[in-house]
């Protein structure tokens, strides 16, 4: 097992580095220095893309591996969408150290540089790095100052270039343009046991799902419902699903939304405030709604917000589209993956000193707690 200790650091624009924890086989011998991709003129060592890369895989296992109860070699030869988990993230992570050094290349149109306090902070970030971690675990994460800084560098630029690029977009969003309606429902469901569940199988908990004579009576129940909303005064879904015990949830909608239905949310786009949709079947259950507001303001002024930040990253990457349509970008695929992640797993060590002293901490309080039980028996046998 090869292992580093934790050094967490924040840059003001580079964000957060963590080392962590190794385990595996050593690593295929490689010279760091040899180039894995070029982007232009700029050429792309190992060592920048190892430690990258080491370190995405480090961040991506601490968090799933833990949360998914898998080990970093099943998480990594998963599938997803059709791809090896590995291969998935790797080919975001090569187009990363792409557009880092593709910007490195315009920065000078946008007037960005490190200041001299970032320079200093990525140098002792990185001697500090190298200084608190033994040779094994420097050699499979190419974990050495060079690399450490070069990453660093290109990181904050890539930050700085980003709000520089994204700076003088129309963002000026009408309400027409970003009007949210809001919608109160209720839902039937065909599932037993389970109000909300989309499952035509009995499930692990124990609900199943209804038989056709069942369903039949639920839709008419849904809508009877439907009807007497609709009847009523005041369209209040709320009495009424207190009324029928069933849950009313809110969502705030346009024509685009997908949850909780898109047939429900169709109904629903064509009601007028206070309307009340007919019951809307699915594969799953019944939904009764009713439009509460045709501009919800708070969802709309958040709707705008994204409009905007859409506007933004457009402009962003179009520009990175039209440099890399201007270079060559070449890539050596072996080398690349020869960095494997499902062979050398990594746990984050992030919070190791932390909990080492809490332990301790613990232990000792434990400690002192059971002398002081002990001494309360002596003093009470006496």
Not at 194 to 214: N, Q, R, V
Not at 356 to 367: I, K, M
């Amino acid at each position: 097992m090869k292992q580093w200790k934790k050094r967490g650091f924040v840059l003001s624009l580079a964000g957060i580095i963590a080392a962590a924890s190794l385990s595996g086989c050593s690593t295929p011998s490689v010279d760091n220095d040899e180039v894995l991709a070029t982007v232009g003129d700029a050429e792309i060592s190992y060592g920048v893309a190892n430690f990258y890369a080491r370190m995405v895989q480090s961040r991506y296992e601490d968090y799933y591996t833990s949360l998914m109860g898998s080990t970093p070699s099943e998480f990594w030869e998963q599938e997803f969408l059709g791809q090896i988990y590995e291969e998935s993230v790797k080919g975001e992570l090569i187009e990363n150290l792409e557009n880092m050094y593709l910007l490195r290349q315009h920065a000078e149109e946008y007037d960005v540089a490190l200041t001299e306090e970032e320079q200093k902070a990525i140098q002792k970030a990185a001697a500090d790095f190298e200084e608190e971690n033994d040779l094994a675990a420097k050699e499979l994460a190419s974990g050495y100052a060079k690399y450490i800084e070069e990453y660093l560098t290109i990181a904050t630029i890539q930050d700085k270039m980003e709000t520089a690029m994204k700076e003088g977009v129309d963002e000026d969003v009408s309400d027409d343009e970003a009007a949210q309606k809001s919608m109160k429902y209720v839902f039937f469901s065909y599932t037993k046991g389970e109000d909300d569940s989309s499952s035509e199988e009995e499930s692990e908990g124990g609900s199943k799902e209804m038989s056709d004579d069942e369903k039949e009576e639920l839709k008419e129940k849904a809508e009877k419902f439907a009807e007497d909303l609709k009847d009523s005064k005041d369209k209040d879904i709320d009495a009424a699903a207190e009324k029928a015990d069933l849950d009313v949830e809110t969502v705030t909608f346009d024509s685009e939304t997908k949850l909780p239905d898109t047939d429900l949310i169709e109904a629903a786009d064509k009601l007028k405030e206070n309307e009340v949709t007919d019951a809307i079947e699915t594969d799953s259950g019944l939904y009764v709604g009713v439009v509460t507001s045709l501009l919800d303001r708070e969802a709309t002024d958040a709707k705008k917000e994204s409009i905007i930040e859409d506007r933004k990253d457009e402009q962003y990457n179009s520009l990175i589209e039209e440099w890399k349509g201007e270079i060559e970008i070449t890539v050596d695929q072996e080398l690349w993956q020869s960095i494997d992640f499902a062979g050398h797993g990594i746990s984050d060590k992030g919070n190791q000193k932390e909990e080492e002293d809490l332990a301790e901490g613990s232990s000792q309080s434990d400690a002192s707690q059971k002398t002081e039980d002990t001494k309360t028996e002596e003093t009470s046998e006496e």
